[in-house]
């Protein structure tokens, strides 16, 4: 339900479908053309031991990061959390694609879906592996469609990327 521009707080911002519902005609064409303009952010990775952090900007200003982080295996175990944080209104659309790798080809594993830890976006999987490692990458594909407020045309931050996780303290 799309709140009626007369009801909106001064200074309050307003979703991008109030905006277009308040302008009629002229929001319908824009609502048409929205999905075809998108933005694509600057990004920038910061490596650490175990974590990849991937800041993305516009116009040289903060607008998303997406971290990604791998533990170390610990009795067949290793957990991955792929997390994004954003500074805007919503996130129109996320897709996450992933896949550990060891030496180059994919080891034996099954995966679970961790229950989320209640930070927005956070998910956790477990990867079981069926034969030891001593370190896990993890290959990442992300693609995030980001709403950017009163702007019509959606941001778009984009991954690809392997995070290499930390060496496993058991053989």
Known sequence: MVPEPSTATPGEPRSRRAVLAATGPAGVALAGCSSLRRRRLSSSVEHGDGELHVDYTAAGSAVATASFLVSPPVGGRVRFGPHLSQDLSGVEGYR????????????????????????????????????????????????????????????????????????????
């Open 96 to 171: 996450l694609r992933f896949r550990p790798v060891v030496d180059g080809s994919v080891p034996g594993f099954t995966v679970a879906f961790e229950r989320p830890g209640g930070y927005p976006f956070t998910v956790d999987f477990r990867f079981d592996l069926l034969e030891p490692v001593e370190r896990l990458r993890v290959q990442v594909e992300m693609h995030a469609t980001l709403d950017a407020g009163l702007d019509p045309r959606a941001y778009v931050a984009e991954a690809l990327l392997t995070v290499h996780g930390p060496r496993g303290g058991e053989r």
